[in-house]
């Protein structure tokens, strides 16, 4: 293994995750970033990051940081992060591609005392049964005598300028003792907040994947306490402030639950479970139920509209946001679009606005034709999906002027004061 001193490290992935450790690690030691996507990469050497996490001060100001999209680039490298994505396919199992070619990559430039760390978010048990035999297949290495493997979950927040890599506790682990500490030291030179070494990587892994299935499930109960409370005619919010007072009633609120991570690690879980004959009740039921919040979303309008005697065939509804959270501008499995799909279906004609997502992105990976500068007065429904801080600076008026006289303005999450919609979540 190399000591701290000689680490020369590759991050394999420069995305939402990779980008940020490739930059804090490119201060301290000699680093390249790789991806496989030239074009990523010729945008970072020109200093522009489109995912908005890493300003082009930070890259200029990067001096052992340098990328490529060449794996010949990657030798005289003997630390290699993989922060690939994990995502699942169209029948919710994991997908494991881009960690399997990221592990190819790895064997092909890996030598002797090298370590491959893991950072994706994947079930208990994939570094060592799906990437580490990759390696040893491609390098030619033995495990634990020739190389070395460690596992270290991300915890960062997209557009979360508070909690950023270096200011989260991050959890560490490695193939042996040895490597293990070596992973907690190299960690601990770029983490503020401190390390927790884990007793195995199996241990570090399931700790992430259950960090986003709790949070999943826990906003699934509240979602579910939501469709109830609709039904009996009480505001949600008003019982959740209620509960609230209680010292361990947990802050959760009802909405969409979108993104790479927590509408998708659990399915990484629940397939490990199936796998070992355990079939998870809690975590699918959780699932099913944030999936199906967009359509109740879109059937909900469509009641309120009917009540004004507004046919939603033919009716105009203006959606803001896509983002799958507010004001960021990724749209991985953003739920939003099964609010214009719902809607969609019923005949109404719906227009997407979002100030933070690019137009060529929402067409390329959902087929919307973003609308830059909905037109005020022209709606009969304003669906307020997503919190960017752009729509609560327009304010109810602004937001109710895109819609007609008698237009539904419903508010997923609750970013308006509730007086001034028609309803919420
Ligand atoms: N985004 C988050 O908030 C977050 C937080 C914690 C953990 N994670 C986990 O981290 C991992 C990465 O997520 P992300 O959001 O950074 O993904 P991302 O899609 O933003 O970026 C992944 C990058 O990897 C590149 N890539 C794909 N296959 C590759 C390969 N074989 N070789 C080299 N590069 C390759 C892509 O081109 C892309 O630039 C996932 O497992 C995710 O679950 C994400």
């Known amino acids: 293994m190399p000591t701290l001193d000689q680490a020369r490290i590759a991050v394999i992935g420069l995305g939402y995750v990779g980008l940020p450790l490739a930059v804090a690690f490119g201060r301290k030691f000699p680093t390249l970033g790789f991806d496989i996507n030239a074009t990523r990469v010729s945008e970072l050497r020109e200093h522009r990051d489109h995912t908005l996490e890493v300003s082009a001060d930070e890259l200029r100001d990067t001096p052992l940081l340098d990328f490529s999209d060449d794996p010949a680039a990657l030798a005289g490298c003997n630390v290699f992060i993989v922060t690939v994505p994990t995502p699942i396919d169209d029948y919710k199992r994991p997908d494991l591609r881009p960690l399997e070619s990221a592990s190819r990559t790895v064997g092909r430039a890996i030598g002797k005392g090298g370590v491959a760390i893991f950072e994706s978010t994947v079930y208990p048990g994939a570094t060592e049964e ?204 953003t739920r939003v679009v099964d609010i214009v799909a719902e809607l969609r279906s019923y005949n109404a004609q719906v227009d997407v606005h979002d100030p933070w997502v690019s137009a060529d992105e929402a067409k390329h990976e959902y087929g919307l034709d973003l609308v830059a500068e909905p037109q005020a007065g022209q709606y009969d429904a304003v669906i307020l999906a997503v919190a960017h801080r752009q729509f609560s600076e327009r304010g109810a008026d602004g937001i109710r002027g895109f819609g007609k006289p008698g237009a539904v303005v419903f508010d997923v999450k609750r970013t308006l004061p509730r007086h001034a919609v028609d309803d919420c979540l």
């Open 130 to 333: 799906a990437c580490v035999p990759i390696i040893e297949r491609e390098s030619g290495l033995r495990f634990n005598q020739d190389f070395y493997a460690g596992y270290s979950p991300e915890r960062i927040n997209p557009g979360d300028k508070q909690h950023r890599l270096e200011t989260i506790m991050k959890v560490t682990s490695g193939s042996t003792p040895e490597v293990a500490d070596f992973v907690d030291a190299l960690y601990g030179s770029i983490i503020t907040a401190g390390t927790h070494k884990a007793s195995s990587i199996r241990v570090a892994e399931a700790a992430k994947v259950i960090e986003n299935t709790q949070r999943d499930v826990n906003i699934a109960l509240i979602n579910e306490l939501a469709l109830i409370f609709h039904r009996l005619g009480i505001d949600t919010h008003e019982v959740l402030e209620a509960a609230g007072t209680k010292w361990n009633f947990l802050p959760f609120r009802p909405g969409l639950v979108g993104g790479h991570c927590i509408g998708v690690d659990p399915y990484y879980l629940t397939h490990k479970a199936q796998q070992i004959g355990y079939h998870p009740d809690v975590i699918l039921a959780g699932r099913r139920i944030n999936d199906g919040m967009g359509s109740h979303v879109a059937r909900r309008v469509a009641k309120l509209m009917a009540r004004r005697n507004l046919p939603t065939a033919g009716a105009k509804v203006l959606v803001l946001g896509l983002a799958f959270k507010e004001n960021c501008p990724d749209v991985r499995n």
